[in-house]
């Protein structure tokens, strides 16, 4: 199918890109001239792993190619708006201002028969409202909204072989347009649940909130455990054979980020405050604030390790992603905790295999390091926040012979205490004895 993707972000990009490697005809818009320059040239704006690949291989063959022009997107029989919906300024509500203007700047240009399909993460009720504004405006054209469940280092595979497909539809020839765009995964099996407007939007905002709930969760264990001596990994291993609970997402640390749990959850309760409903959700504000404990438990530690200040003591701060396989830094809580250690007076050396470039234009006032050897020689703290595989697997007897003192604090709880112990190290974990 001839399909334009608007909006070539994170999101858009490699939805763009995967459509075009599934065998459809793609155009990617964006009012960013330097992002689709990047594009067009086979070059992510961004880290993803297998991006790189499916860019090249779909601009190469012709099916993928992107411009700044929506006009050029006209001839398109499906239009996916891939905008993002950040946290409004001086509020926890999502700001639609670019979905707005998205879709309006799109409506000239429809053919007769387009499906416009939302793929941006938006407030229940927003389908609804942009579907009233279709039929008055171009009633020629359909909607339909289809969320989208990328997890970063994972987006690839995700788009192309979904763990489950949603449409949120208003009659059936919007759905069976869709089955045609999915129809190699639909193949393989994927799940398929035609629903309506506000369920599809609900799914999503509800999966997160049901997540950052269970992350949150781990964690409160975790400040019991602290309290208590308990073990909080053991106690994750153990609630988590329990098949109704799963140990996935039982991982107690520093918690989560990045540019959609945090602001998603906060954008959720915002709307069910707006739909009087705020009483149902109300737990999300502890979840959040959870979340956000750990990442002071960490600096508390921190500062604890180093007698009670941090003060001109040098930290190497393994990590400024929100998570590994990304160079995403929005609300990261490895990039917090580095910025919380300056403020306290550290001379902080933060590296990351990825996310250096994005950290220093957000902190250029922390030195960074590539190399994780020169970042970790003549640390006198070592703080693990970022789980890269690198990081895991840092050899505690090696890593030894370059530091000034011998502490690390695992932020992510990834490391052996017996082996680092055993290899002459204080050892601080989260939730762990």
Request: hydrophobic share 45%; net charge negative.
């Amino acid at each position: 199918m001839k399909i334009s993707v608007i909006g070539c972000g994170y999101l858009g990009a490699v939805h763009a890109s995967a459509m075009a490697e599934l065998g459809h005809d793609v155009i990617g818009i964006d009012v960013d001239e330097r992002k689709i320059g990047e594009l067009a040239a086979g070059r992510p704006p961004f880290f993803e792993p297998g991006l790189p690949e499916i860019l090249t291989s779909a601009t190469a063959s012709g099916r993928l190619r992107f411009s700044t022009d929506m006009a050029d997107a006209a001839d398109a029989e499906v239009h996916f708006l891939a905008v993002g919906t950040p946290q409004t300024a001086g509020s926890h509500a999502a700001d639609l201002r670019f979905v707005d203007a998205a879709f309006e700047g799109l409506v000239p240009h429809l053919a007769d028969g387009a499906l416009v399909v939302g793929k941006s993460t938006v407030p229940v009720g927003t389908a609804t409202r942009l579907a009233a504004r279709l039929a008055e405006v171009a009633p020629h054209a359909a909607l339909a909204w289809n969320p989208e469940f990328l997890r970063e280092g994972f987006a690839v595979k995700d788009t192309i072989e979904p763990d489950r497909l949603v449409y949120g539809v208003a009659d059936d020839a919007a759905a069976a347009t869709l089955d045609e765009i999915y129809r190699a995964a639909l193949d393989a099996g994927t799940p398929r649940i035609v629903t309506d407007y506000a369920t599809a939007e609900l799914v999503k905002v509800a999966a997160n909130a049901f997540l950052a709930t269970k992350i949150s969760f781990i964690n409160a264990m975790a400040e019991i455990a602290e309290a208590t001596g308990a073990d909080v990994t053991q106690l994750a291993d153990a609630i988590g054979h329990d098949a109704r609970i799963g140990r996935r997402f039982l991982n107690a640390g520093v918690g989560f980020g990045g540019g959609c749990l945090p602001k998603d959850i906060r954008a959720f309760s915002a709307r069910a405050e707006e739909l009087g409903r705020g009483d149902a959700v109300a737990f999300l504000k502890e979840v959040d604030a959870i979340n956000l404990r750990r990442r002071q438990r960490v600096v508390d530690l921190a500062v604890e390790a180093m007698g009670g200040s941090v003060n001109e003591r040098r930290v190497a701060v393994l990590g400024v992603t929100f998570k590994p396989d990304s160079d995403d830094v929005r609300d990261s809580p490895a990039l917090d905790v580095a910025v919380q250690l300056k403020g306290l007076g550290a001379d902080v050396i933060a590296t990351d295999p990825e996310g250096l470039a994005n950290a220093r234009l957000r902190h250029p006032q922390l030195a960074y390091e590539a190399s994780t050897t020169e970042a970790l020689r003549g640390a006198d703290l070592v703080v693990l926040v970022t789980e890269w595989s690198e990081y895991r697997e840092l050899d505690p007897a090696t890593v030894r012979d370059l530091v000034a003192s011998h502490t690390v604090i695992d932020g992510r709880n990834v490391l052996d205490p017996t082996s680092w112990r055993s290899a002459g190290w204080t050892y601080h974990g989260l939730g762990r004895p």
